[in-house]
């Protein structure tokens, strides 16, 4: 999702840290899903939770999966065994970061159905959302 990162820093450049497109990121962008805040609803929080992080992160579950079967699969390589152990390895940190993120930040926010209202501006709606979005830094500064 390296485009959107980047997309989303030359948008953030353009709207003078007053973005119109926000990122729900994970801690350490494992996740990552761009929401237009004029489409915002206050059911978006669990759409982005259902539809996007729990797929995801049952597609690396997925892919852990058949590495595991390499692992131990008599037909593999030792070589191949030890490529699968070192991607099952990374897989796990990648599952781990995206349960925390769920329980401690979108999962709580998703219960909330949070409101927004676009005469409030991008900046106080933006921080309604603490965690669960990609930090810009100047966004909280006192000055505009």
């Given at each position: 999702m390296h485009a959107c990162r980047s997309h989303t820093n030359d948008h953030v450049k353009r709207y003078k840290k007053r973005p119109i497109y926000w990122l729900f990121s994970s801690p350490k962008s494992t996740f990552n899903a761009l929401i237009y805040m004029h489409r915002y609803r206050p059911d978006t929080i669990s759409i982005v939770l259902n539809d996007y992080l729990r797929e995801f992160r049952a597609k690396l579950a997925a892919r852990?999966?058949?590495?595991?079967?390499?692992?131990?699969?008599?037909?593999?390589?030792?070589?191949?065994?030890?490529?699968?152990?070192?991607?099952?390895?990374?897989?796990?940190?990648?599952?781990?970061?995206?349960?925390?993120?769920?329980?401690?930040?979108?999962?709580?926010?998703?219960?909330?159905?949070v409101e927004i209202d676009l005469d409030d501006?991008?900046?106080?709606?933006?921080?309604?959302?603490?965690?669960?979005?990609?930090?810009?830094?100047?966004?909280?500064?006192?000055?505009e």
């Open positions: 852990k999966s058949h590495l595991e079967q390499v692992s131990i699969s008599s037909s593999a390589s030792q070589s191949e065994k030890t490529k699968a152990l070192k991607e099952i390895e990374k897989l796990n940190k990648m599952i781990k970061e995206l349960e925390d993120y769920e329980r401690e930040v979108l999962y709580p926010l998703a219960t909330e159905q501006g991008v900046k106080v709606n933006y921080c309604k959302f603490g965690a669960a979005l990609k930090k810009i830094p100047g966004l909280d500064a006192k000055e």
